[in-house]
């Protein structure tokens, strides 16, 4: 028994991989409501800090720029700060994104019944279930994210050209952008997991005989 259930964590990952290949449509829902979520907290974040860029650059017209493109700079304005509405777009993005992959991943769990049963057969103990889940979040996780951030990076980078125009790029803050970008990243594979947390708990406690009983 001992030798059916302890799988190095390659094969786990082999495992998580070819599952979702075989359900790339699902999968492909799930990633792309991650993407759209990332990509939106990316470029309200990325708008900001290109416009902080700007605020604390030393390029003649910086200011008149952004008071051109309607950023309300006062004098002594020492940075440039979210809207109210803009942070509760964001936050309602992310938990729309969440409700999405917990029920994608739900449907997915019902799809698969005869799988984990199979599998509970064999020797499979709860957390080796679990843990493929989590693999399988950790990489839809990380692909939407990393996708999602550079399309958010991209379309502030478009958005804020063609409000305030080229001298954006005089006072481009690379490093704050990148710093952006990772924690979009990190924030996506988090939400990954936080939705496949529930499916992947009730996928590792059903009992062997049900699952394989299901239709």
Wanted: net charge positive; proline share 3%; with cysteine.
């Amino acid at each position: 028994m001992q030798r059916l259930v302890a799988l190095p964590f390659s094969k786990s990952v082999e495992i998580a991989y070819k599952s979702i290949r075989v359900r790339f449509f699902r999968s492909l829902i799930t990633t792309t409501s991650l993407v759209l979520a990332v990509a939106f907290l990316c470029y309200v974040q990325v708008t900001t800090d290109i416009a902080n860029g700007l605020l604390h650059g030393t390029v003649p017209g910086s200011i008149d720029a952004l008071v051109g493109a309607g950023y309300d700079v006062a004098p002594g304005s020492v940075s440039i700060g979210e809207t109210a509405k803009q942070q509760w777009l964001v936050v309602l993005s992310l938990l729309v994104c969440v409700v999405g992959i917990v029920n994608a991943q739900l449907m997915a769990v019902t799809e698969r019944f005869r799988e984990i049963g199979t599998m509970k057969c064999l020797g499979a103990l709860d957390r080796f279930i679990l843990r493929l889940f989590m693999l399988e979040a950790i990489m839809q996780g990380f692909v939407g994210s990393l996708v999602g951030a550079l399309v958010g990076l991209l379309a502030a980078l478009l958005s804020q050209t063609l409000m305030i125009g080229p001298i954006i790029f005089s006072s481009l803050p690379i490093g704050t952008l990148l710093l952006t970008a990772v924690k979009g990243i990190g924030t996506g594979c988090l939400l990954s997991l936080i939705g496949v947390t529930y499916p992947a708990i009730t996928a590792a406690r059903m009992e062997p005989v049900e699952a394989m009983r299901a239709e």
